[in-house]
């Protein structure tokens, strides 16, 4: 029950501060002078993987790397799947930046490369160190590109989203600051309470991470998500789902790769990277579009969280399987 509990609060406070922890670094990147496109995409887009970097860091500090990989391939499946599903029903999305489109086949090649790290069942420390390399490879390339890129549709919704803020640079450091630490408290807690729950259970850490914890730790992503497309700020939607999703598998498996190898079970191989991998395949045919309109519809939207359902209901049928046996 205590455990139970530790994870439900755990959550609560895992999303709070991520709130306010992007709104914090936003202001303040806003202050400093950071382009509107490099705020949507690095700021807001990475900073709402925040949850995951702090819950997969200290899972692997505590000897729990299959609680780490699961939170990260477990939330860009939420992310794709749940996410973009639940807000493409709501209102059809309209992909209109040239930077998103140019992210995706990015994103792409960043899964496939999550796969040579997969391949020979552990995520050594080299493979960590090859992510967090091309980690900073992008991040060097999208600065670059942010000062150079001109009007986009990604750098207007940002700047509209940003319109109403008034938030001065003491608050937004402040506000970023205690973010940072109910962050840290708060994953903290959901680890103990989670691992907690999986040993009473007999469940792996693994679908675990995959499954309550890549939910609640997506859940900023999707609060976001919902209030950018009540604004009609479709790009900034699908900006903060694929940089979210980047730096999951860069800097989430990264970091908890570098700080204790991670053993790779054989269901990553042939369910979990599968199913991410063919999401992340459907986010790039209908962001980048067949005739060079990215929309995503509701019926896609339907297709999207229908794939998510069944996922989450095969974890569950292999759960019960597995202590059925």
Request: hydrophobic residues 55%; glycine residues 12%; proline residues 3%.
């Amino acid at each position: 029950m205590m455990a139970l509990v530790a994870i439900v609060a755990g959550l609560i406070v895992l999303v709070w501060s991520a709130d306010r922890f992007v709104d914090g670094a936003a202001a303040t990147a806003r202050h400093l002078g950071l382009p509107p496109l490099l705020i949507g995409m690095l700021v807001i887009g990475f900073g709402t993987s925040a949850p995951e970097l702090m819950v997969s860091a200290l899972a692997a500090i505590q000897g729990n790397p299959g609680l780490a990989l699961g939170n990260a391939y477990g939330s860009n499946i939420t992310n794709i799947a749940l996410i973009v599903g639940v807000v493409a029903l709501t209102s059809p999305l309209l992909v209109h930046s040239q930077v998103i489109r140019r992210e995706l086949p990015v994103l792409g090649g960043v899964t496939l490369l999550s796969l040579w790290c997969l391949h020979d069942g552990t995520i050594s420390r080299w493979d960590a160190s090859v992510l967090l390399l091309v980690l900073a490879g992008v991040l060097t390339f999208s600065i670059i590109r942010s000062r150079r890129q001109g009007a986009d549709a990604l750098a207007s919704d940002v700047d509209a989203d940003m319109a109403g803020e008034s938030m001065s640079l003491t608050r937004g450091l402040t506000w970023t600051l205690i973010g940072l630490v109910l962050l840290i408290v708060s994953s903290r807690l959901l680890v103990w309470g989670a691992v907690s729950v999986a040993e009473a259970f007999g469940v792996s850490d693994l679908v675990i991470g995959l499954t309550v914890v890549a939910i609640g730790t997506s859940l900023p992503e999707l609060a976001s998500s919902i209030s950018a497309v009540r604004k009609n700020e479709h790009d900034l939607v699908l900006g903060n789902v694929v940089g979210s999703n980047l730096f999951n598998t860069l800097a989430v498996v990264g970091l908890a790769g570098v700080i204790q190898p991670i053993d790779i079970d054989h269901e990553v191989l042939v369910r979990d990277w599968p199913v991410m991998a063919g999401l992340t395949l459907l986010l790039l045919v209908f962001g980048i579009g067949l005739k060079g309109q990215g929309r995503i519809n509701r019926l896609e939207g339907g297709a999207l969280l229908l794939s998510f359902i069944a996922y989450t209901s095969w974890l569950v049928m292999s759960v019960i399987a597995t202590r059925g046996g």
